[in-house]
């Protein structure tokens, strides 16, 4: 897991500019710090989900700066205003992540949702018409802890599985690994019943390889 600050360190991190390993599947998680519910179900949890990721999945969340990076040329929330994972403290900029969710909503011709939301994506050659998306609503709900926790518990184990979680997948797969269309298919299918959590699909958008789901 990366929380990262600017959007073009998020795309020079997918493109494997700053990794030895480009992962095939892709998730990056706009959750603003200033919304008290995303904290609350989200953001207090990301030391649990940093720990669980592994390393096949990498998991990208716009507009957190580490501490001693940050500097005056940015518009920062000081004093609450902070995540910590892994031992290290991220303070948010409101300016990175707004810059952040717009460009990103226009790169990749998705709608900017005003609740947390999670994009899993599989990278194609550095095209971005050509990614493949998963769009996940992260609504607010009596169940939102248990369910976004579940949910991520869930990506995490299937991207250590890769295809060999749908026993009855035709889907391709990118060196054995995870990829959009085998979770695409496991959401829309199985997750219900093994989870007891309901999806809702809002939009599928055949020609951009866009699924979008609210939990």
């Not at 869930?154 to 599985?161: D, G």
């Given at each position: 897991m990366f929380p990262i600050g600017t959007y073009e360190r998020l795309i020079s991190k997918i493109k494997g500019r700053e990794m030895t390993r480009k992962a095939d599947l892709i998730g990056i998680l706009f959750a603003d710090i200033r919304q008290s519910e995303t904290k609350e179900y989200i953001l207090n949890y990301?030391?649990?989900?940093?720990?669980?990721?592994?390393?096949?999945?990498?998991?990208y969340i716009p507009g957190y700066y580490i501490e001693e990076e940050v500097t005056k040329g940015h518009e920062t929330y000081y004093g609450f205003e902070k995540i910590e994972v892994d031992s290290k403290t991220y303070i948010f900029s409101v300016k990175e992540y707004e810059k952040a969710i717009q460009t990103f909503a226009k790169d990749f011709g998705v709608k900017r949702r005003y609740v947390p939301a999670l994009y899993l994506i599989e990278w194609s050659n550095g095209n971005f018409s050509n990614a493949e998306i998963?769009?996940?609503e992260l609504n607010k709900s009596p169940d939102s802890v248990k369910n976004t926790g579940?949910?991520?518990?869930?990506?995490?184990?299937?991207?250590?599985?890769?295809?060999?979680?749908?026993?009855?997948?035709k889907s391709r797969s990118i060196n054995n690994a995870l990829t959009v269309s085998d979770l695409r298919d496991y959401l829309l299918g199985d997750f219900a019943s093994d989870t007891g959590i309901p999806v809702v699909a809002s939009a599928f958008n055949i020609g951009k390889r866009l699924l979008s789901i609210k939990l």
């Open positions: 990301l030391d649990t989900f940093n720990s669980t990721s592994g390393k096949f999945i990498d998991f998963i769009e996940i579940e949910l991520f518990d869930v990506i995490f184990e299937l991207s250590k599985k890769g295809t060999n979680i749908l026993s009855n997948s």
